[in-house]
């Protein structure tokens, strides 16, 4: 069965620097998401990305945050200037359009030091 | 304000029980409300999807029910299994359109042998 990956598994950098996390959604998707969830809190919106532009963000995607399906298979998320609050999972979803269901990657553990 | 609320304390069961959560959400008019399961350290993983003109959705040992009017979701595990425990998130779109989740803060099944 199709499956959305990502990667890196984990993450760890020091504050102030740039990471990127990398997604791939499953291939016939249209529709691709970034949620966050910090360690037990809720699972929270980014960003929705749609036919190569975003469709709508959250109050947390501010300017330090960015995305980009660079190609026909890839879906990044990058983080300009790490802060520690930025410590979280990282979730990458997809959805194909036709139906409203998402489906999750396993995550990106992000580590800010 | 906009609220989905789950129990946030644990349940704990005994194998071969019913399970029931409760998702009910506040100032929102949703077109259809997903369940998901979370295992720790991993992504949301899809279970059901019910619309707001279904009044109950099953699949296999699972039941969703949406009252409108009551604003609130209820989800059935029956036959419980160990293999069940998890934490269990509800969530919605509250444009209907977009595929922006809204997740309750999920609560945490446990179910013993």
């Known amino acids: 069965e199709p499956e959305v990956t990502q990667t890196p598994s984990h993450q760890v950098t020091q504050m102030g620097q740039e990471v990127i996390l990398r997604c791939v959604p499953i291939?016939?998707?249209?529709?691709f998401y970034w949620y966050r969830q910090i360690l037990g809190q809720k699972v929270e919106f980014l960003v929705s990305?749609?036919?190569?532009?975003?469709?709508?963000k959250s109050e947390i995607f501010d300017d330090q945050f960015s995305v980009e399906r660079p190609d026909g298979s890839n879906f990044t998320l990058k983080i300009r200037s790490t802060k520690l609050e930025d410590s979280a999972m990282y979730f990458c979803?997809?959805?194909?359009?036709?139906?409203?269901?998402?489906?999750f990657g396993p995550g990106t553990r992000l580590t800010v030091l | 304000s906009q609220k989905i609320e789950q129990n946030s304390e644990a349940l704990n069961i005994q194998e071969g029980k019913t399970a029931t959560l409760t998702c009910n959400y506040t100032?929102?008019?949703?077109?259809?409300l997903q369940w998901y399961r979370q295992d720790p350290g991993r992504g949301p993983v899809f279970l059901l999807l019910?619309?707001?003109?279904?009044k109950e959705k099953r699949k296999e040992r699972l039941k969703v029910t949406f009252d409108t009017t009551l604003k609130q979701s209820l989800f059935h595990i029956t036959a419980s299994q160990p293999a069940d425990s998890a934490t269990y998130l509800c969530?919605?779109?509250?444009?209907?359109?977009?595929?922006?989740?809204?997740f309750g803060q999920g609560t945490t099944l446990q179910v013993k042998p």
């Open positions: 979803a997809s959805r194909d359009g036709r139906v409203d269901t998402q489906y």
């Open positions: 291939s016939n998707h249209l529709y």
């Open positions: 990305f749609y036919n190569n532009e975003i469709s709508e």
């Open positions: 100032n929102y008019s949703p077109a259809y």
């Open positions: 019910i619309r707001e003109n279904e």
């Open positions: 969530a919605l779109d509250p444009s209907g359109n977009t595929g922006k989740l809204i």
